[in-house]
């Protein structure tokens, strides 16, 4: 069995991007762009049923995916992340901030956040919080400083 160091020279692999399905591209991309994301690729198919949206935030990228067929019938939902504590899939990501209270007064200041929501102390950081997205997906933003994880003894 091969240890994680030998898996990763074997590999090669390194994360590239996270990918969200959005009702309204407009509108998501402005909610990410308050949270500090830039535009850095927009592309749509020539019917303009599939837009996406790519958002840069240091090394991180963010894909916004809008597919729209012109014969939709039903209405697109999403359960928002309270609804299930336990569902599959992409449950939030996280974005770390230097200081919690001030990001949320921005947030609510550029209108990003209706309401600034309760802060809680954290088992991997000092403090974090839940936001959502217009489509209802969980952010994290927690704060400074992480613990220091820790890694599994290698068996060997």
Not at 116 to 124: D, E, F, I
Not at 127 to 138: A, E, K, L, W
């Amino acid at each position: 069995m091969l240890n994680s160091m030998e898996m990763e020279e074997l590999l090669m692999f390194s994360f590239h991007h996270v990918t969200l399905s959005v009702r309204d591209l407009s509108v998501s991309e402005r909610f990410y762009k308050g949270l500090g994301f830039e535009s850095v690729y927009r592309w749509q198919d020539e019917a303009a049923q599939l837009q996406i949206c790519h958002l840069r935030l240091g090394q991180a990228l963010l894909e916004l995916y809008c597919f729209r067929p012109q014969d939709e019938t039903e209405e697109l939902t999403a359960l928002p992340p309270w609804a299930s504590g336990l569902r599959l899939g992409l449950r939030h990501f996280a974005l770390q901030v230097s200081d919690l209270d001030e990001a949320l007064s921005a947030l609510h200041g550029a209108g990003i956040l209706a309401e600034k929501p309760s802060v809680v102390s954290g088992q991997t950081c000092s403090r974090y919080v839940f936001i959502v997205d217009p489509d209802g997906n969980s952010v994290e933003l927690l704060e400074e400083p992480l613990v220091e994880i820790q890694r599994p003894e290698s068996a060997g």
